[in-house]
């Protein structure tokens, strides 16, 4: 036995004192009445007779006051909290983990989801436990991980409190004082337990045809031409047969049917030449899917539209050669001379110039350019520099290689935090971008044209396309899954594509917001926005079958016979014997 | 107590004065009264003959006996006397208990009693007890009297334990002549009720009892802890009075009356039983006629 509000000496103090004080004022308590009668010659009689007879009427007074005590140490020890381990059962810790992977959102055979019966169990296990365990909920999403209570209400709104979310699963650390670890689960996302983890299986075979892949992409012919490829697989044990339609902002779709096999995969790209810019909704329909988070996916198609760009220079063939043949660009061509910052162009190339302040809109700078105070600083020249190195998965850098291009003379810069795309096996940059999230973005050629053999190689034309592109056109959709979303713009205000505004806050450059299901976010701050395109587009989640717990069944709760603390039932108790004592007093039974 | 006179209407003495006290028993008186006596004397009512001797009354020779039988018979006639009433009024503190009390009822019952009596031309003595004898009143003769019997009654107080037995012997063995004893009480004797009684009977008295008891003795209304106080004594004892106890109390005074009631029955005693707040006039005019105590 122990005490969960007080130490065994205080309660033990606290039991000492109660007692004695009821049996003080029980000795102390109010005189009888007196009452004046003509005789007590016959009351006598019976009160002799009475207690000569009665073993009742000796102990009586005896009884009475030790009901008196009984009472008031029942309310004096409920204070302390008691708990006996065999009557009330544990008291000690358990960590209640739910798994809130997608894949928890999928429909079993009575209606209700995975989910629901993790919840279900989950509300089972604390309703089942001793009153004076303790829970520490907490979710596989990393959202939710409660305190340790024993608030039964507490713990309640905690496990409602959670959903599926997609997102790096990961299993709460389990502390010091955790005695128990049960983990509700559906075995689809395999997470590393700790020891003794007692999983309870919600794992029911289902049959899902999914979406795992959508995305647009531009081709390699053109900056501007742009295709879906989309990746569709039945996890069912049945062959389906799956409606796909894809559909544009302009009302331009594409519809097929595929006969997927069972276990099987549909892979393949969709020309959307014809599409007009705008959000792109792909969907398949299958009879008996049992998740339908995966059954829609999102993406974003860039508008079409010719960049009004502003070239500064004292004269470059071949920029002005190549900026006049894309038909992309309207250009312009003016010397630093004339330069004046001009908000109403797209894009400046500044070639062997740049302004002492930063332009209005995004800039590249080509060649030796003097220092700025926004701008790396330049501290000295490299000889024959060679290409080392160069960031082929930056969007500026896509499809254009550096291989044999060769540099008579570059500008050493001091990098700070600048994105390098392209350096020397010394690590000194010879072409730099600005960070992602600062706007008006850059981009810094650290030799002149004149320089380098790099106009005359493939990769040029590319280059500043991209270059453009990069830092004046529409850009894809940020791929994310449903959850927590971050997009990397600072304050951003975040709506729907129907125009709803979601609540969102900021964290850094950061701006954070919630998408529980798959759709097209917009996130916008001043006049930069960012597409979000949230789809769950992952084979782990969709593959409703592949289960590390099949086997697991769901485990027995040990609890004590009692379903309440045990200061609950002492609490009772008094009543009950207060009533008692209040009747027989009354009557005359005790005294 | 309240003026005794007042209760008693004009009506109600009227009745009363048509009613006269029964006596089982026939006792010599000292005047001459309307009661008859167990000697001859001068009375109206004719009882017997017998030989005339010397010395007698010659006004009561039958003259017509003698001309038929030349014998001189004398006529003899029954003696018409008083009774001596004794009316033990209990005035021990416990007869203070009740509403009325009991000693304000046995008064008026006492002051009732006498009054018929004294119609009667009884001879009427009220003596008031609890220890020891308290008062007495001197034998009052005549409905005149009545009003020093009511005055006497009046001035009655209580208080003491009672002990009917020293007072009734310190009372009777005076010279007193035997007659009827009417004893007003509530019985709470310590010493016991048959002692006092015994002591009347020895001295051979025709015994009339007149129980009084209060509703609150009957029935108590009690309840709870409480310290019972002996208004007699001052002894108090610590009570829980609970219904058992209640019942077991009232069964002992039952059965407390039901000795009383058997004492009586055994020694041919008249007995009535009330309680103080049964209609006083519907005592003495029903009861005590039902009871064959007055006619």
Redesign the interface.
């Known amino acids: 036995m122990r005490f969960l509000a007080l130490t065994g000496i205080q309660a033990a103090l606290l039991a000492l004192i109660t007692a004695g004080a009821i049996v003080g004022l029980y000795f102390l308590k109010l ?17 002799d ?2 207690q000569a007879q009665s073993l009742w009427e000796k102990l ?1 007074r005896l009884i009475s006051i030790l009901a008196a005590v009984v009472i008031g140490l029942l309310i004096a020890l409920a204070v302390a909290r008691p708990e006996i381990h065999w009557l009330t059962g544990g008291g000690e810790r358990t960590l209640l983990v739910l798994d809130t992977s997608p894949s928890m959102l999928a429909r079993t055979s009575d209606g209700s989801t995975r989910w629901e019966r993790a919840v279900a169990a989950a509300l089972r296990t604390v309703n089942a436990s001793a009153p004076s365990s303790e829970f520490r909920v907490a979710d596989t999403a990393g959202r939710i991980d409660a305190a340790p209570t024993t608030d039964r209400r507490e713990i309640r709104e905690a496990i409602e409190r959670m959903k599926p979310v997609s997102g790096t699963p990961s299993f709460p650390e389990k502390d010091t004082e955790t005695a128990h670890v049960r983990f509700i689960t559906d075995g689809v996302v395999s997470l590393a337990l700790p020891r003794g983890t007692v999983r309870e299986s919600v794992f029911e075979e289902a049959d899902n045809v999914a979406i795992t892949a959508f995305e647009i992409r531009s081709t390699a012919t053109s900056a501007l031409a742009y295709e879906a490829y989309l990746e569709i697989h039945n996890y069912g044990s049945r062959d389906r047969e799956t409606h796909l339609a894809i559909s544009g902002a302009g009302g331009q779709h594409i519809e097929r049917t595929l006969n997927l096999k069972a276990g099987g995969e549909f892979g393949g790209s969709f020309d959307l030449s014809k599409f007009e810019g705008g959000g792109i909704r792909a969907t398949i329909q299958a009879g008996g899917d049992a998740l339908s988070l995966d059954d829609t996916a999102f993406a974003y198609l860039p508008i079409d539209r010719t960049a009004k760009t502003l070239l500064v220079t004292n004269g470059s063939p071949y920029l002005e050669a190549l900026l006049k043949l894309d038909p992309l660009v309207d250009l312009t061509i003016i010397k630093p001379g004339q330069y004046q910052p001009d908000p109403s162009f797209d894009a400046y190339i500044f070639d062997g110039f740049a302004p002492m302040s930063a332009p209005p809109r995004p800039a590249l700078f080509v060649g030796e350019v003097p220092n700025t105070n926004w701008l790396p600083q330049s501290k000295g020249t490299l000889a024959k520099p060679r290409f080392a190195t160069w960031a082929e998965d930056h969007p500026v850098m896509r499809y254009v290689s550096l291989h044999d291009v060769a540099l008579e003379r570059a500008v050493q810069i001091e990098n700070m935090e600048a994105q390098v795309l392209a350096e020397t096996s010394d690590h000194a940059p010879l072409i730099l971008a600005s960070p992602e999230q600062q706007r008006p973005r850059w981009v810094l050629m650290a030799f002149s044209l004149k320089n380098t053999d790099f106009p005359l190689h493939s990769g040029f034309p590319l280059f500043v396309d991209n270059a453009l592109g990069w830092m004046s056109r529409e850009a894809l959709a940020l791929r994310r899954q449903p959850g927590v979303i971050s997009v990397p713009l600072a304050q951003a205000e975040v709506k729907r594509l129907n125009g709803d505004r979601l609540e969102s806050y900021a964290r850094g450059n950061l701006t954070m917001f919630e998408a529980a299901e798959p759709g097209l976010y917009i996130a916008t701050h001043e006049e930069t926005r960012q597409y979000v395109a949230v789809n769950l587009a992952s084979p782990q989640y969709s593959n409703l079958n592949k289960t590390v717990s099949l086997k697991d069944a769901p485990a027995a709760v040990t609890a004590g016979w009692l379903q309440q603390e045990l200061w609950f039932y002492m609490l009772a108790g008094a009543a009950l014997l207060l009533v008692v004592e209040w009747l027989t007093y ?4 005790t ?1 | 107590m309240a003026p005794t006179v007042s209760l008693f209407d004009d009506e109600f003495l009227k009745k009363l004065e048509y009613l006269s006290i029964l006596s089982k028993r026939l006792f010599a008186g000292q005047l001459k009264a309307e009661r008859r006596a167990m000697r001859r004397g001068t009375g109206l009512e004719f009882a017997d003959y017998r030989q005339y001797v010397a010395g007698d009354d010659f006004r009561h020779l039958d003259w017509k006996a003698y001309l038929r039988l030349n014998k001189l018979i004398l006529r003899l006639f029954e003696e018409e006397e008083d009774l001596p009433i004794y009316m033990f009024v209990d005035a021990s503190q416990s007869m203070s208990y009740g509403n009325p009390t009991k000693f304000d009822y046995g008064r008026r019952v006492a002051a009732a009693l006498c009054y018929i009596g004294l119609s009667n031309l009884d001879r009427v003595n009220v003596v008031a007890y609890a220890n020891k004898v308290k008062g007495e009143l001197q034998p009052q003769r005549g409905k005149g009297r009545i009003f020093r019997v009511f005055k006497f009654l009046e001035e009655m107080t209580t208080g003491g334990e009672t002990n009917a037995r020293e007072s009734f012997k310190t009372y009777c063995t005076e010279t007193r002549r035997r007659g009827l004893c009417v004893v007003i009480s509530d019985f709470f004797d310590t010493s016991g009720f048959q002692s006092g009684l015994d002591i009347l009977r020895h001295f051979k008295h025709d015994i009339f009892i007149l129980h009084v008891a209060s509703h609150e003795e009957v029935d108590p209304a009690l309840k709870g802890e409480l310290v019972l106080v002996d208004s007699e004594n001052n002894v108090s004892r610590e009570v829980t009075v609970t219904p058992s106890l209640l019942a077991s109390y009232k069964a002992e005074y039952h059965r407390f009356c039901t000795d009383i009631e058997s004492y009586c029955s055994k020694y041919q005693l008249g007995y009535v039983r009330t309680v103080t707040d049964f209609p006083f006039e519907e005592l003495v005019l029903k009861v005590f006629r039902q009871g064959r105590f007055l006619k």
Do not use: F, K, Q, T
Request: net charge positive; proline share 0%.
């Open positions: 005189r009888h009445r007196r009452l004046v009668i003509a005789s007590s010659m016959l009351w006598g009689r019976v009160l007779e009475r009586r009354h009557r005359g039974i005294v």
